[in-house]
């Protein structure tokens, strides 16, 4: 019996997203990393760089501005227009995206008022007025994966929308950077980069080691930085776990094998932990899309074949007729990313709850998303997706709730009844406090 590259399972045995991400050993490993770089300092960060991200033991943790600055100077000139057209793409959707987030100021009751009088409750006219202002982290920390590949397209993902979002002080840090990368931290407007990755990157971001101390940390990498930044939330904030790479492909008879098979191939050169999937609606078309991955494989250079094969053994492939319950799988293993490759894709799209991102017809390769069309690429992966969005200005940014009471006394008496219903007689004391307040005027 011919051996298939893609494991095939029924549509109902898709595994529960959550084992994907989850590993007590790899947790061990971080936890480990974590406290090592929180009681060691810096030398102990510089310990693990030069063991893990093969950093010269003379080298410094960080490279400056200045030298950010150098290595974009010495970018061909068609490269160098490539990342600024790519910052200024990314830019222009964040700014979109923040411009969406209004400020609120509102009188008291105002809308609830007119609400609850159409169901017959008087909610009195208390004086005042609330809302909200979206306000910017202080600072924040950017992951920009290294090891096989570098990425400078995370760097612009990552720091990008955070400046638009309005930080003040942007850091970036990732093992190995080169110099497209730490051109691409300079046009993005990081502060410096710690040359440093893995968990013990993420701790010391988190604890200000050989960096200042960073509120938000986010961006793409591997199990061991997905891994610090869950442990690490709490003391930080951080987007929803963005981890090893996933790719679901939902594809009919219309979609072309060659380029479906394109497609789960450059997700799975990412990484050996990446994860390329495909629920095909017929026999015929999933077993050509297999034959185009295995002369598509032996044609990659090395080491994109062996990363490929590899990940290629996470995935799985569901043969499955009815769109209806292929979408239902596709909740079900709520991927990071989702292609519709069908004949109707917003008709399918309706039934998708649960994605990262979705890419939409054949035309809309994951690929495109990866370099910059707009939407960030920095997306939940683990199942992620069933709470949580990619990575966004949203993510730099606290709606900060304000209140200002001129005439607290209609509110008084249910607060003071709340309060006893709840048994907190201090809270009451402390609204019936205000009975017929008299504020000081200014003169």
Same mark, same amino acid.
């Given at each position: 019996?011919?051996?298939h590259?893609?494991?095939?399972? $029924?549509?109902?045995?898709i595994p529960e997203?959550?084992? *994907?991400?989850?590993?007590s050993? @790899?947790?061990?490993?971080?936890?480990?990393?974590?406290?090592?770089? *929180?009681?060691?300092?810096?030398?102990a960060?510089?310990?693990?760089?030069?063991?893990? &991200?093969?950093?010269?033991?003379?080298?410094?943790l960080?490279?400056?501005?200045?030298?950010?600055? /150098?290595?974009?100077? /010495?970018?061909?000139?068609? @490269?160098?227009?490539?990342l600024?057209r790519?910052?200024?793409?990314?830019?222009a959707?964040?700014?979109?995206?923040?411009?969406?987030?209004?400020?609120?100021d509102m009188?008291?009751?105002e809308?609830?008022a007119?609400?609850?009088?159409?169901?017959?409750?008087d909610l009195?006219?208390?004086g005042? *007025?609330?809302?909200?202002?979206?306000?910017?982290?202080? *600072?924040a920390?950017?992951?920009v994966?290294?090891?096989?590949?570098?990425?400078?397209?995370?760097?612009?993902?990552t720091?990008?929308?955070?400046?638009?979002?309005?930080?003040?002080?942007?850091?970036?840090a990732?093992?190995?950077?080169?110099?497209?990368t730490?051109?691409?931290?300079?046009?993005?407007?990081?502060?410096?980069f710690l040359?440093?990755?893995?968990?013990?990157?993420?701790?010391?971001? $988190?604890?200000?080691i050989a960096?200042?101390?960073?509120?938000?940390i986010?961006?793409?990498?591997?199990?061991? @930085?997905?891994?610090a930044k869950?442990?690490?939330?709490?003391?930080?904030?951080?987007?929803?776990p963005?981890?090893?790479?996933?790719?679901l @492909?939902?594809?009919d008879?219309?979609?072309?094998p060659?380029?479906?098979?394109a497609?789960?191939l450059?997700?799975?050169?990412h990484?050996?932990?990446?994860?390329?999937?495909?629920?095909?609606? &017929?026999?015929?078309?999933?077993?050509?899309?297999?034959?185009?991955?295995?002369?598509?494989?032996?044609?990659?250079?090395?080491?994109?074949?062996s990363?490929a094969r590899d990940?290629?053994a996470?995935?799985?492939?569901?043969?499955e007729?009815n769109?209806?319950?292929?979408?239902?799988?596709?909740?079900?293993?709520?991927?990071?990313h989702?292609?519709?490759?069908?004949?109707s894709?917003r008709?399918?799209l309706?039934?998708?709850k649960?994605a990262? $991102?979705?890419?939409?017809?054949?035309?809309?390769?994951?690929?495109?998303?990866?370099?910059?069309?707009?939407?960030?690429?920095?997306?939940?992966?683990?199942?992620?997706?069933?709470?949580a969005?990619g990575?966004?200005?949203?993510?730099?940014l606290r709606?900060?709730t304000?209140l200002?009471v001129?005439d607290?006394?209609?509110?008084?008496?249910d607060?003071?009844?709340?309060a006893?219903l709840?048994?907190?007689e201090?809270?009451?004391? $402390?609204?019936?406090?205000?009975?017929?307040?008299?504020?000081?005027?200014?003169?």
């Amino acid at each position: 019996m011919e051996k298939h590259t893609l494991r095939r399972i $029924a549509i109902e045995d898709i595994p529960e997203p959550s084992l *994907r991400l989850f590993d007590s050993e @790899v947790d061990a490993v971080a936890r480990q990393a974590i406290e090592r770089v *929180r009681s060691g300092g810096e030398a102990a960060l510089r310990e693990l760089a030069v063991k893990f &991200d093969s950093l010269d033991p003379a080298a410094p943790l960080i490279i400056s501005r200045d030298e950010l600055k /150098a290595a974009y100077d /010495a970018l061909p000139p068609k @490269v160098a227009a490539l990342l600024e057209r790519a910052k200024g793409r990314i830019a222009a959707f964040a700014a979109a995206q923040r411009a969406c987030l209004a400020p609120l100021d509102m009188a008291i009751g105002e809308e609830a008022a007119a609400a609850a009088a159409y169901k017959g409750v008087d909610l009195g006219a208390p004086g005042g *007025r609330h809302g909200h202002d979206f306000v910017p982290v202080a *600072r924040a920390g950017c992951y920009v994966p290294g090891g096989a590949f570098p990425l400078p397209s995370s760097a612009l993902m990552t720091i990008v929308p955070a400046k638009v979002a309005g930080v003040p002080e942007v850091w970036a840090a990732g093992p190995k950077p080169s110099r497209e990368t730490l051109a691409a931290a300079w046009i993005a407007g990081a502060e410096g980069f710690l040359q440093c990755g893995g968990s013990h990157a993420i701790a010391a971001l $988190a604890f200000g080691i050989a960096v200042p101390k960073c509120n938000v940390i986010v961006g793409p990498g591997g199990k061991y @930085v997905a891994a610090a930044k869950r442990l690490l939330f709490g003391v930080v904030g951080t987007e929803a776990p963005a981890g090893p790479s996933e790719l679901l @492909v939902i594809a009919d008879t219309c979609a072309d094998p060659k380029i479906v098979a394109a497609d789960l191939l450059a997700q799975a050169e990412h990484s050996p932990d990446a994860m390329p999937a495909l629920i095909a609606t &017929d026999i015929a078309f999933a077993d050509q899309v297999e034959t185009e991955l295995k002369r598509q494989l032996e044609a990659l250079p090395e080491p994109n074949k062996s990363i490929a094969r590899d990940a290629l053994a996470n995935g799985f492939l569901c043969i499955e007729p009815n769109l209806a319950r292929a979408a239902e799988g596709a909740n079900r293993c709520a991927p990071e990313h989702l292609e519709l490759a069908v004949a109707s894709p917003r008709a399918l799209l309706p039934r998708i709850k649960n994605a990262g $991102a979705l890419f939409l017809g054949a035309g809309s390769a994951e690929v495109f998303g990866d370099y910059g069309v707009g939407p960030n690429h920095t997306l939940p992966t683990g199942g992620a997706s069933k709470f949580a969005a990619g990575l966004s200005v949203l993510h730099f940014l606290r709606a900060r709730t304000w209140l200002e009471v001129s005439d607290p006394n209609a509110l008084i008496n249910d607060t003071a009844a709340f309060a006893r219903l709840e048994g907190l007689e201090a809270h009451a004391r $402390a609204a019936e406090a205000r009975k017929n307040l008299d504020y000081c005027n200014e003169s």
